[in-house]
């Protein structure tokens, strides 16, 4: 029961709309239907173990309480960033004693991420046996941040980021617990639900600051935008973000949707991404996707690279921009990279074989008599300027290691390679 301290604070109106069941979760129909893993878990009276993985303000917090009440289990909080082991040891014996009791716990560990691997260890025989039914929340990628054994022994369930439609259904529930209507037009609460990405809590943190304003004049979208701060976009270029964008440029770069390359971009640089690892990735991309397609694309990723250098932000940008579409409308293939990783395998599965002896240098006497350079045909001295000669070593065959796609620039280097092919046939050497 609150104080009466506690009940004269005005608490935040994010707090104040908690839900009070499962059914006025919004935008996780997916998990707390009746047909969602959470529904069908309730249906069935029995817990188990899960970790609830989903950006901020999308109600893990919210799911884990309400998931003890509908369970009668004995909610047991932890947040991972203010607790320790002695903190863990407390909660285990108090759900010993329950347990001995008949009751059971559910323990839910905030931000569970951050508790290092140890300490994640040490939940595993009171999960294993069924003293806590744990409920772990994290914004951060579980199969990166949790280890295995947790993992195993615990359901992932993926809370989306709350849809537009349901950022309304909350702006709404908002309206009607405050008994007043937001002072804004159409365009401005389109812009306030864009503003908060998602996040339920950020929204109603920036309605609760709007419902202060005076009803009257009604605000427009640069009013609103005067009114309320601007919301980072939710990125940390250290985590899960930051490689989740960078491989949706990626992608699309290799699928070659110039405006959704130039998208994630943008939405990278916009988030405080290093652009020099931006630039550093397209110089990659050159070479794994495009290649020898179009050779130009190395030196224009190598040269925009250096155009940033000397410019700097947010001059350089542009340079980097005028790589990505480059790197989006030019030909593509992979031929270069399979052709890596072929010889990668092949040379590390006939280990030390020697070069056949007519393509080693003979500097001293020895060597040449026992056969070093014999038999060596120097190119330049055919007709055609191609001796067709063996370079692999003597007891292996002769491998395909790249096959370029005769797209760009490789049409040509297929023709080459047919020709040299036909010689070398005709050489005997084939």
Not at 20 to 29: P, R
Not at 43 to 60: D, E, H
Not at 262 to 278: K, S, V
């Amino acid at each position: 029961m609150a104080t009466l301290f506690e009940q004269t604070q005005t608490r935040p109106l994010a707090d104040r709309m908690r839900p009070e069941t499962l059914n006025d979760v919004v935008g996780q129909d997916h998990l707390i239907g009746k047909e969602g893993p959470i529904g069908r878990m309730i249906a069935s009276g029995r817990m188990t173990s899960i970790v609830l993985w989903g950006p901020p303000g999308t109600g893990k917090t919210t799911v884990a309480r309400l998931l003890a009440d509908c369970s009668d289990l004995e909610f047991e909080p932890l947040s991972a960033v203010f607790s320790g082991v002695a903190d863990l040891r407390k909660v285990f014996d108090r759900a010993k004693e329950r347990r001995a009791m008949g009751r059971g716990t559910l323990l839910f560990i905030d931000e569970i991420h951050r508790f290092n691997r140890a300490q994640q260890d040490g939940f595993l025989p009171y999960v294993e046996d069924g003293t806590v039914v744990l409920v772990g929340a994290t914004t951060e990628n579980p199969s990166f941040e949790l280890n295995s054994a947790l993992l195993s022994r615990t359901q992932v369930l993926v809370l989306n980021r709350l849809s537009d439609e349901a950022l309304e259904t909350l702006l709404a529930r908002a309206e009607r617990v405050e008994g007043l209507v937001l002072p804004l037009d159409g365009d401005a609460r389109i812009s306030l639900r864009a503003m908060a990405d998602g996040d339920g809590r950020y929204l109603l943190n920036m309605a609760e600051d709007i419902f202060k304003l005076p009803p009257a004049p009604i605000l427009d979208t640069s009013a609103l935008a005067a009114a309320v701060q601007k919301r980072m976009p939710l990125y940390d270029k250290s985590q899960d973000g930051h490689y989740n964008l960078i491989s949706a440029l990626h992608k699309s770069l290799r699928g070659s949707d110039t405006d959704a390359a130039l998208y994630w971009f943008a939405r990278m640089l916009g988030g405080g991404e290093d652009p020099t690892y931006i630039a550093r990735r397209l110089v990659r991309f050159a070479s794994e996707d495009i290649g020898m397609a179009d050779p130009m694309a190395l030196t224009q990723s190598i040269a925009a690279w250096q155009a940033f250098d000397r410019l700097g932000s947010p001059e350089g940008e542009l340079a980097l921009v005028q790589c990505v579409i480059y790197l989006a409308t030019a030909p593509k293939s992979n031929a270069a990279y399979k052709s890596e990783r072929a010889a990668k395998r092949i040379a590390a599965e006939t280990g030390s074989l020697m070069p056949p002896k007519h393509i080693l240098n003979a500097p001293t006497k020895l060597m040449k008599n026992l056969g070093y350079g014999d038999g060596y045909a120097y190119d330049h001295d055919t007709e055609e300027g191609f001796s067709g000669q063996n370079y692999f070593p003597d007891e292996m065959p002769r491998p395909s290691l790249y096959r370029p796609q005769g797209k760009g620039f490789e049409r040509e280097i297929v023709k080459r390679l047919e020709y040299w092919d036909k010689l070398r046939q005709e050489k005997g050497s084939g």
